[in-house]
Every structure is written in structure tokens, then in C-alpha cells.
């Protein structure tokens, strides 16, 4: 069973500019989340899509963060403009969607940002 | 809100000892679910043990085993024989069960190092 892919590896941009991640979840895995795990802490829960909907968003810095799910499969999240706080390892997870319990996430391997 | 602490940024211990990292967590939910994940240098973070609030029993995976007091609201991962594959980030991480977010709240992470 393929993992969840993430693209680009490894991304450096100047502030001000734009960029965008993408990630491919676990085929079958209806929720899909974003996390932003900056040095030396743990990762922290961006927005979460169940199928092409959002049902948390609370941590998204709206304002210069967007994300979407069209299909209910693939998902970008784009950053415009970048500020240097936003250097981080960004992390897309997926899990199957089950009522009653809390499901085990699956990782991608990330995409680091380096903003100068 | 919730809250997961761990209190030791890094551990090191020799190959073929047992090691404990710990980890402290505060809710108000008496339903909730407790996991650690590894994170190798490459980044890609793989569970490691998840351990059901409603169940007394400790949860075991091979080497991995964990100390679950509840009451104490704590939550240590202990890791026999370790090996040098051993050598990661630990985060512990606690979700509940609840439709629709089900976000998970991670620490701070402890950087493990196996010696030979």
C-alpha cells in the first residue's frame, strides 16, 4: 500500500513570495490533514478536510494561508504572502474516517521551507 | 483545551538498554486516545503505540511497551533493547473521538539517541 506523498522535498523562497504544497493521501483514507511543525517542536494541526470539506480550520492563519481538496482526494496548501516565520516542515497526514473512533494518522515525509 | 507535555528534550542511552521517555497530559474528556510517534532524520513520522483511554490493560508492540496512569493523567513510552534504529524524535500525542475534528494535540517531542 502506497504512503502519502508530499511535493515538493525541499522548497526556498524570499519572503513575500508565494509557494504551494501537495499532497496525495492513502488511497481510500477520506480525512486529510495539515500540519506545521516548526524546529525543535511538535507539529501543529493547520486544517483538516474530511472528503473535499473543511471541518477545522481554527489554526489556519487565514490571511496569507489557503488550502483546498477538490475531489475529495489530492490537497494544496499555498502560502502568499511567505513570511520568514513561516520556515517550517510542512506535514500532510491522512486516516480513514471512522464515527466512533480516533484514527491512527499516516505521515507524509514533509515538505521543508526555508523563507529568506 | 488540551494540553501534552514532555519534559525530557533529549535522552541518550547505549545500544541493548532499556529507556522510558515520559510524557504528562491534561483534559477534562474521559474518552480519549494516547500514541507515540517516531520521527527518524528523514521525517517521516511513523506511529509507534496508541493506547485506548477505556482500556486498563497497557498497550504492547514488540520492544515497545507503555505506562499508562490515568489517573496521573501519564503516558511513558518504554523501549527494551533499544536499538540504533531506535535513534529519533519521540512525540507523544493525544485525540478524542469526537465527530467530525478529530485533531491531534502533540508535545514537544524528545530526541533520542541510541549509542553503540
Known amino acids: 500500500e502506497a504512503g502519502v506523498a508530499q511535493s515538493p522535498r525541499y522548497k526556498i523562497i524570499e519572503k513575500r513570495q508565494s509557494v504551494a504544497f501537495w499532497c496525495n493521501p492513502i488511497s481510500g483514507h477520506a480525512t486529510l490533514y495539515w500540519y506545521q511543525q516548526i524546529l525543535g517542536q511538535g507539529p501543529k494541526l493547520l486544517i483538516q478536510f474530511q472528503n473535499n470539506g473543511v471541518v477545522d480550520d481554527s489554526q489556519l492563519p487565514k490571511d496569507r494561508f489557503s488550502a483546498e481538496r477538490l475531489k475529495g482526494v489530492d490537497s494544496t496548501l499555498k502560502i502568499q504572502p511567505a513570511k520568514l516565520e513561516d520556515s517550517a516542515v510542512y506535514l500532510c497526514?491522512?486516516?480513514?474516517?471512522?464515527?466512533?473512533?480516533?484514527?491512527?494518522?499516516?505521515f507524509g515525509p514533509g515538505t521543508r521551507l526555508t523563507v529568506l | 483545551a488540551q494540553t501534552v507535555t514532555q519534559s525530557q528534550p533529549e535522552m541518550s542511552v547505549q545500544e541493548a538498554e532499556t529507556v522510558t521517555l515520559s510524557c504528562t497530559y491534561d483534559t477534562s474528556e474521559s474518552n480519549y486516545y494516547l500514541f507515540w510517534y517516531k520521527q527518524p532524520p528523514s521525517r517521516q513520522m511513523i506511529l509507534v503505540i496508541r493506547?485506548?483511554?477505556?482500556?486498563?490493560q497497557n498497550a504492547t508492540e514488540n520492544r515497545f511497551s507503555v505506562n499508562f496512569q490515568k489517573a496521573a493523567k501519564s503516558f511513558s513510552l518504554k523501549i527494551s533493547d533499544s536499538q540504533l534504529g531506535d535513534t529519533a524524535m519521540y512525540f507523544c500525542?493525544?485525540?478524542?473521538?469526537?465527530?467530525?475534528?478529530?485533531?491531534?494535540?502533540f508535545g514537544q517531542g524528545t530526541r533520542l539517541t541510541i549509542n553503540p
Open positions: 493506547q485506548e483511554a477505556y482500556k486498563q
Open positions: 497526514a491522512s486516516s480513514l474516517r471512522r464515527e466512533t473512533s480516533t484514527d491512527t494518522q499516516y
Open positions: 500525542a493525544f485525540g478524542t473521538p469526537r465527530q467530525g475534528a478529530q485533531k491531534l494535540v
